[in-house]
């Protein structure tokens, strides 16, 4: 992403390139309520994030964490301004709008039917943006070997109908990373596969950001999820969203069953299941997908 | 009996086949009845044969054939108004479709026409392009557009947002997320619309063809109309029948083609 990277011969540049600092500060946010006047959904979040790692964002249903993540991203729902005050500081900068530091993952992967695995994880070249950035060879370069890396090589040529669930989500994966992402935004991307798919694509994305390390921001409503992947876990409390907890898991990846059941596992499991329901019953329970 | 009032399920080709034939033969024999029993006067309704004769007398006489000549002229007035719907059309289409603006100002233009009666404005067009082939492909082409137009615009907004939303958040410009994303996931019904339009300007060709035209299909029927000569004007009719069929069965062919991937959905 950063131009010099790719005029310059890198000199294992990896680390150095993937170095990306995230800020919120204070940020609030308020949507017009139904009857007339507002509902404040995010009610002063103070959050950093300094170094590539797996940041793991959990809260209620409805308590404001994809409004959250989709401001990292910059990308604005409709009808509001985001946020409504605060700052969003990506290294140092303040970030107002689009920028092209972070890319979203969905659980709704938004793969083309119409076209190939291969062109749907190199759609983003279609666009001005990238192409004026990365030359077609090394593009082309890209894909296939992001599609290895997702252990999609030899179904490139098949379409989106023809592949199970875990595999377009391994699409939408690539399609990406494929952009080396300084910045990843996952919105509960692998809450739709059964269990099963779900633990190999978590498998999977710590291979690649052992690989390929970034900063990723992963919402999920799946406690054991969190403890599996996350570097450092952040609840936030039911809406109006604050962060009610934020700590830091050492324990390296991939983590065994033995220590999911350790007693340092248990207790943190108890501590996020705490936080979850002192947010009360029956609050936040609306889900919107954004 | 069990399966008939079931509309998932659709009996094999075969039996759909064999039921079309048999719906098209019961309607000859009915029609042939009519025709041997004296019921209708032939000058009302000529029986099937005198019909057959009569197209192949259109077909060839004299060396040469009156209603290849007619078909060519039809089918090539058919052609010209139908790039035009399509060249203008779509565009049009589309930009309502994607623009809610251009869509509010737009749409008071054109979806009245849909239930305007085209027909009464052949003399307007007559009296602004005169009686040659500027009118007629004029008419063909108002005739369609405006269906097609709406039925664009229709398309565009039954692409789910989704794939707007992630063209936009790989870092597309808004008309890159249209036209990159929302166009191609239109396209099948885009065909769909095409199709239709090319079905309306069948039906209009024997209008279109009404006024000062020397040859072509309506003109066929509408001479032998003049002489009364009701095998031709009904094998007139079959004619365009069967063309416009063709024209569907094609396209429709062309369309799968082109998007196989919209059945696999
Ligand atoms: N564009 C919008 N306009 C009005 N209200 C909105 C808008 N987007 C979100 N909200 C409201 O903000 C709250 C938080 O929504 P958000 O989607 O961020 O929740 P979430 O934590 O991601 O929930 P879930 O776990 O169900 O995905 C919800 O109550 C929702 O109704
Ligand atoms: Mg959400």
């Not at chain 2, 009245?112 to 009296?127: D, N, Q």
């Not at chain 2, 039954?158 to 929302?182: F, H, M, N």
């Not at chain 2, 039906?203 to 509408?222: F, P, S, W």
Request: proline share 6%; net charge positive.
């Amino acid at each position: 992403m950063s131009g010099a990277a790719s005029s310059t011969p890198a000199p294992a540049a990896a680390t150095a390139k993937a170095g990306v600092t995230i800020v919120l500060k204070d940020i609030v946010q308020e949507y017009p309520a139904p009857g007339g006047g507002t509902t404040r959904v995010v009610d002063g979040v103070n959050l950093a994030f300094e170094r590539p790692g797996i940041n793991m964002l959990l809260g209620p249903s409805g308590c404001g964490k994809s409004t959250i993540l989709h401001m990292l991203g910059g990308v604005r729902p409709m009808g509001a301004k985001t946020p409504t005050s605060g700052k969003i500081l990506i290294d140092g900068a303040e970030c107002d709008g689009a920028h092209d530091d972070s890319v979203m993952v969905f659980q709704r992967y938004a793969n083309r039917p119409d076209l190939s695995v291969f062109d749907n994880v190199a759609f983003p070249f279609r666009l001005k943006l990238w192409r004026q950035r990365i030359a077609e060879t090394e593009w082309r370069q890209r894909v296939a070997d992001t599609l290895k890396a997702v252990g999609l090589a030899d179904k490139q040529r098949l379409r989106p109908a023809q592949l199970s669930g875990g595999q377009n989500q391994r699409v939408a994966l690539a399609r990406a990373l494929v952009l080396r992402p300084r910045i990843l935004l996952m919105d509960e991307p692998f809450g739709a596969l059964d269990a099963q798919t779900r633990e190999e694509m978590q498998r999977l994305l710590i291979d690649l950001h052992n690989a390929q390390p970034c900063l990723v921001v992963f919402v999920t409503h799946d406690v054991t999820e969190a403890l599996v992947l996350g570097d450092r876990v952040i609840v936030l409390s039911a809406q109006p969203a604050r962060v009610a907890d934020d700590f830091v898991i050492t324990e390296p990846r991939p983590r065994s069953g033995a220590w999911q059941r350790s007693g340092e596992a248990v207790r943190m499991e108890e501590r996020i299941f705490e936080q979850l329901h002192a947010s009360g019953p029956g609050r936040g329970s609306v889900r919107v997908t954004v | 009996m069990a399966e008939f009032w079931n509309p998932y399920a659709t009996p094999d080709a075969r039996a759909r086949r064999l039921l079309g034939v048999g719906a098209v033969v019961t309607v000859l024999v009915i029609w042939s009845l009519l025709a041997v029993s004296g019921l209708v006067s032939p000058n009302k309704l000529p029986a099937p044969w005198d019909v057959l004769l009569a197209f192949s007398y259109l077909a060839w006489h004299d060396g040469e054939s009156m209603l290849l000549t007619a078909t060519l002229w039809s089918i090539g007035r058919l052609a010209a108004a139908g790039v035009l719907v399509m060249a203008i059309g779509i565009p049009i289409g589309i930009a309502m479709g994607a623009a809610p603006k251009l869509n509010a100002a737009l749409s008071p233009l054109v979806d009245p026409f849909r239930s305007a009666p085209v027909v009464a404005l052949l003399p307007i067009l007559v009296m602004w392009l005169g009686i040659g082939e500027e009118m007629k492909i004029a008419f063909l082409f108002l005739g369609a557009v405006v269906y097609l137009i709406p039925l664009v615009r229709d398309a565009i907004q039954a692409v789910p947002q989704s794939y707007w939303i992630g063209a936009r958040d790989l870092g597309a410009t808004p008309w890159e997320c249209i036209q990159k994303s929302v166009v191609p996931m239109a396209m099948p019904r885009i065909a769909d619309a095409v199709i239709v339009a090319f079905s309306v300007m069948w039906t209009y060709i024997t209008v279109a063809e009404y006024v000062n035209a020397r040859v072509g299909l309506g003109q066929l029927i509408q001479n032998a109309r003049r002489f009364s000569a009701w095998d031709q004007v009904f094998a007139g009719i079959i004619v365009i029948i069967a063309l416009a069929l063709t024209t569907y069965q094609l396209m429709v062919h062309l369309k799968r083609k082109l998007y196989p991937w919209e059945t696999q959905q």
